[in-house]
């Protein structure tokens, strides 16, 4: 069965710092990939996603990720972030063969002034 | 205008009731979903319907019963309310048949079950 990890279960990063966020999944073939932001109290919405092409792509409020295939990765960037960013980040993998998105654990992103 | 709504936002019952939750989507989209969402905010489908069908069932009790009149539509019925049944429920819609493509989520219903 698939499987998504995110590794970073909690991250306090002051303002203006760079952050990263790991993803791995574990299914071999065809995967669409996407990362969730889940600002308190509201639901998720998407920051970006890789169906095919250039393997880093860039989303909306200056994120961006990359899709290393050969690790299995598709881990979050941005590089100054600002104390709204503070939310929890879903990664999420989708395989036509599981016909389903798998989530990750998620990662709560704590941002201090 | 709301892409994903679900009514209600916050529930509160006694354990052994019978609840239900709706769903609807005007977005034209043919696939609609039901997440739940642990205290530890894990997110984990429990039911795929494509165009009022059921595709995906994840393991999910007896008692979770979901109906779809039409495909804006993908509501959760849920009988003998446990308090482990307590959690957020997620809607959730994307075009195309089979969820590959973004996801749109409601607003959320948290349920809590005393």
């Known amino acids: 069965a698939q499987s998504v990890s995110q590794h970073n279960h909690h991250v306090i990063l002051s303002e203006a710092a760079s952050l990263e966020l790991g993803c791995n999944y574990s299914y071999g073939g065809t995967v669409n990939l996407f990362w969730y932001v889940q600002y308190p109290g509201q639901h998720l919405q998407l920051l970006l996603k890789?169906?095919?092409?250039?393997?880093l792509v860039k989303g909306i409020k200056g994120f961006e990720a990359e899709f290393i295939k050969s690790k299995f990765s598709f881990n979050l960037r941005k590089p100054s972030v600002q104390w709204s960013d503070t939310a929890e980040y879903f990664c999420a993998v989708f395989s036509g063969t599981a016909s389903k998105l798998t989530f990750g654990t998620g990662t709560r992103l704590q941002v201090t002034l | 205008d709301t892409a994903v709504s679900q009514t209600p936002k916050y529930l509160v019952t006694q354990m052994g009731n019978d609840k239900s939750i709706k769903c609807e989507q005007n977005?034209?989209?043919?696939?609609m979903y039901w997440y739940k969402q642990d205290s530890k905010k894990f997110l984990k489908i429990m039911f795929s319907?494509?165009?009022?069908?059921?595709?995906i069932n994840e393991t999910v009790p007896n008692r979770f019963s979901p109906k779809s009149p039409d495909k804006a539509h993908l509501n959760l019925h849920i009988n003998s309310l446990e308090l482990g049944d307590s959690a957020v429920y997620f809607c959730a819609s994307s075009p195309f048949g089979r969820g590959g493509n973004e996801q749109f989520f409601g607003p959320g219903t948290r349920l809590t079950v005393l």
């Open positions: 977005l034209g989209h043919d696939t």
């Open positions: 319907y494509n165009n009022k069908e059921l595709i």
């Open positions: 890789y169906f095919s092409g250039d393997p």
